[in-house]
């Protein structure tokens, strides 16, 4: 059965402590894998797409990277306006979520 | 440009009624998704659909349907309602049937009473 874990479910930090993001996975015939970002009654806010292992993608202070059974959201020097929950999501035949990671930067 | 757009925001109902979600997607896509979020979990498929065919269809009862029209929107319909239907409803839109990136609207706030 196709299934994505993230990890850790809740994540706490200093601003400017960094920090990894965990996305596992098993799925067969993956298609690509998604981070999304989503505040509290929002919807999910797309942030990058890797498609094979070994890419990497960086936007402002986040690095996504990509293995053959994982990802790790890199959060550099984080600020508070970086505290939301972020959704990790793999294409296979559908589009399967992860339950995210809350993280909350504090100044 | 605007984005994807839902309506209503919020929608309260009872136990037993139907609810018509709908939906517009980013203009030039092509593709509207549907998913359940229920509080402290991830977005789970219900639908998606391209040039007005239904090309995927998760783990949902019957009771659960949509359709897409000529201009591209889309309506998500629940009969029956029952208490665990009431979650975030979110719609997301691509460019083509392939899901590349797909870009979500700001949810619709269903509440069964």
């Known amino acids: 059965e196709d299934q994505v874990t993230q990890s850790p479910e809740a994540l706490r930090l200093q601003e400017g402590e960094s920090s990894s993001l965990n996305c596992s996975y098993t799925?067969?015939?993956?298609?690509?894998l998604f981070w999304y970002r989503q505040d509290p009654g929002k919807g999910p806010e797309f942030l990058f797409t890797l498609y094979s292992a070994g890419e990497e993608k960086e936007k402002e202070r986040l690095k996504a990277t990509l293995t053959k059974k994982e990802s790790f959201l890199h959060i550099t020097a984080p600020k508070p306006e970086d505290s939301a929950t972020y959704l990790c999501?793999?294409?296979?035949?559908?589009?399967?979520f992860g339950t995210g990671t809350r993280l909350q930067v504090f100044p | 440009d605007a984005g994807v757009t839902q309506s209503p925001t919020h929608l309260i109902k009872t136990r037993g009624q139907h609810v018509t979600l709908r939906c517009s997607p980013i203009?030039?896509?092509?593709?509207v998704s549907w998913y359940q979020q229920v509080l402290g979990q991830g977005p789970q498929f219900i639908f998606q659909y391209y040039e007005k065919e239904e090309r995927g269809r998760g783990n949902f009862p019957d009771r659960f349907s949509a359709r897409q029209f000529p201009n591209y929107s889309s309506e998500l319909n629940v009969n029956a309602l029952l208490l665990g239907d009431s979650a975030l409803y979110l719609c997301?839109?691509?460019?083509?049937?392939?899901?590349?990136?797909?870009?979500f609207g700001p949810g619709t706030r269903l509440t069964v009473t």
């Open positions: 799925v067969s015939g993956l298609r690509g």
């Open positions: 997301a839109s691509s460019l083509a049937s392939v899901t590349y990136e797909q870009y």
């Open positions: 203009s030039g896509h092509k593709s």
């Open positions: 999501a793999v294409l296979a035949d559908k589009l399967i």
